[in-house]
C-alpha cells in the first residue's frame, strides 16, 4: 500500500511509526516549522524529525485548500492517508483522493469528545474511561463512522500527560490491527456513530487555568490533573500566583469561605472549597521551579487565605 501520513505533535509519533513499519509510507504530512523556546528559531515537529530520521519525504503547506496541494497529493497515488493530530483541516477535495479515503485516530470513544482536547476534557469531566477510535474522515469535525475502537479505564490520579502517552500507544496499536485488516482484504466495518452522547472536546485556553475556590473540591482536583503538564492549573495562595502541579480533594465540612488556607504543614496545603478542601501537593513559584509543599514552606509559611 501506499500510506500518505498526517500529523504534527508528539502524539502521533507512535501511529507513524505503526503506519511506516512495512516501509510504505510515501509521505508525511506535518504543520510549517514554529518559533520556539526562548530565541524563537523554527523548530520542526515531532512528526517531521521522526519522518527525517527514517528518509520519508516531508511535505508542509499551510493549508490544503489550494489547487496546488490537491495536485501534490494527487501526485503520490496515495492508496490511503492516516490523519493524527494533524491541526489542518481536510476538505472533501483531499477526503476524495486515496483509493481508500482517510482514517483517522482520534483519543476518545466517539461521539464522546469530538474536537481537539479529548484527552484532557474526559479527565475534567471525571470520565471513568476512555480510549482511542479509528475513524473514516468525513467533511464533519470527527463526525465519521468509527471503524476499530480500543477502551481503557482512567485512574483516580492520573495526569494529562500520562493519559496522553497511553492513548499514543493504544492508538498505534489500533491504527495497526486497521492496516493489518486492509492489507489482507478486509477492510475494517464501518460503523457510524450514534448521535446520543455526542460532545465537543474544546481546545485548552490558558484563562482556565485558574482556580475557582467556589467550585467543588473534586471537580478542581480533576482540573489539577487534566492541566497537567499544559497549562498546569494555577491560583492565588495568600495573595501569591502560584502553579499548581499536584493536588488531591478532600471530604471535609469546614464551614470556612472559599479561598481560605485550613492548614499548611509538611503533608499538604489544605484551601476550603466550595465543597470539600484541595491539599496542594506541589507547587510553582513566579520564575521557580515545581516543589513538594513541604519546601515552599520552608521559603514561605503561610496563614491567611489563598
Not at 6 to 12: D, K, L, R, S, Y
Not at 117 to 127: K, L, S, W
Not at 244 to 255: M, Q, R, S, T, V
Request: aromatic fraction near 4%.
Amino acid at each position: 500500500m501506499r500510506i500518505v501520513f498526517a500529523g504534527t505533535p508528539e502524539f502521533a509519533v507512535p501511529s507513524l511509526r505503526a503506519a511506516a513499519q512495512r516501509g510504505e509510507v510515501v509521505a508525511v504530512y506535518t504543520q510549517p516549522d514554529r518559533p520556539a523556546g526562548r530565541g524563537r528559531g523554527l523548530q520542526a515537529s515531532p512528526v517531521k524529525l521522526e519522518a527525517v530520521q527514517r528518509g520519508i519525504p516531508v511535505l508542509q503547506p499551510e493549508t490544503l485548500r489550494t489547487q496546488l496541494s490537491r495536485d501534490a497529493l494527487r501526485a503520490l497515488q496515495p492508496d490511503l492517508m492516516v490523519v493524527v493530530a494533524y491541526g489542518l483541516l481536510l476538505p472533501q477535495s483531499i477526503l476524495d483522493i486515496p483509493k481508500h479515503g482517510c482514517w483517522n485516530v482520534h483519543a476518545s470513544l466517539l461521539p464522546r469528545w469530538r474536537g481537539a482536547a479529548p484527552i484532557q476534557r474526559a479527565i475534567e469531566a471525571g470520565d471513568a474511561e476512555t480510549g482511542v477510535c479509528l475513524m473514516q474522515m468525513e467533511k464533519g469535525l470527527d463526525t465519521g463512522p468509527v471503524l476499530l475502537s480500543q477502551h481503557t479505564p482512567i485512574s483516580v490520579a492520573e495526569t494529562g500527560g500520562e493519559l496522553h502517552d497511553r492513548l499514543a500507544v493504544l492508538g498505534a496499536q489500533v491504527l495497526s490491527d486497521g492496516l493489518g485488516l486492509l492489507r489482507a482484504g478486509m477492510k475494517p466495518v464501518a460503523v457510524p456513530q450514534p448521535d446520543a452522547g455526542a460532545t465537543y472536546a474544546a481546545k485548552l485556553d490558558k484563562a482556565e487555568a485558574k482556580l475557582d475556590w467556589t467550585r467543588p473540591a473534586e471537580a478542581l482536583a480533576r482540573k489539577v490533573r487534566a492541566f497537567q503538564p499544559w497549562p498546569v492549573a494555577e491560583a492565588q495562595l495568600d495573595g501569591e500566583r502560584v502553579r499548581i502541579h499536584a493536588a488531591e480533594a478532600l471530604p471535609l465540612a469546614h464551614g470556612a469561605p472559599p479561598g481560605t488556607v485550613l492548614l499548611a504543614r509538611r503533608e499538604g496545603i489544605d484551601v476550603a472549597c466550595g465543597e470539600g478542601a484541595l491539599r496542594l501537593l506541589r507547587v510553582q513559584r513566579e520564575g521557580g521551579r515545581p516543589v513538594a509543599v513541604s519546601d515552599y514552606l520552608n521559603a514561605r509559611p503561610l496563614a491567611g487565605r489563598a
